[in-house]
């Protein structure tokens, strides 16, 4: 599957019509992220049951300042709604897999749970 471009209007659907989305946050005068992207477009290739999207940073800087983004290239995953990974630098090929991996090997219930306790530890303090 080829990457998708997403905005602020779409980036929230993206996340919440699908079960795993890799977010890769980026920008054309951004070196790091030009050498980035042949890995995440290949890792695309490889992995149908993961959407791969991208943001321009320069284009939706307001996205980008409300997903903290102060380093790019800045890789987000996230699983059932949940942001589970979050990491700025490029990923060589094999540290891309592993987060794949990673992510695809997660116990969703534990996941939800620990939001949820989360959620309620905030709201008694």
């Known amino acids: 599957m080829a990457t998708l471009d997403i905005t602020g209007e ?24 030009l050498r980035f992207a042949p890995t995440y477009s290949a890792a695309s290739e490889q992995h149908d049951d993961v959407v791969f999207a991208k943001v321009d940073t320069e284009a939706e800087q307001q996205l980008s300042a409300e997903a903290n983004i102060t380093s790019i290239p800045t890789l987000m995953a996230f699983r059932e709604k949940v942001l589970v990974f979050s990491q700025p630098g490029a990923l060589n090929p094999s540290q891309l897999e592993e987060v794949i991996t990673a992510v695809k090997g997660l116990d969703m219930k534990e996941v939800h749970a620990a939001v949820a306790a989360q959620k309620a530890e905030a709201e008694k303090n």
């Open 10 to 33: 779409t980036f929230g659907p993206t996340v919440e019509e699908n079960d795993i989305v890799l977010v890769d946050f980026w920008a054309g005068w951004c070196q790091p992220c």
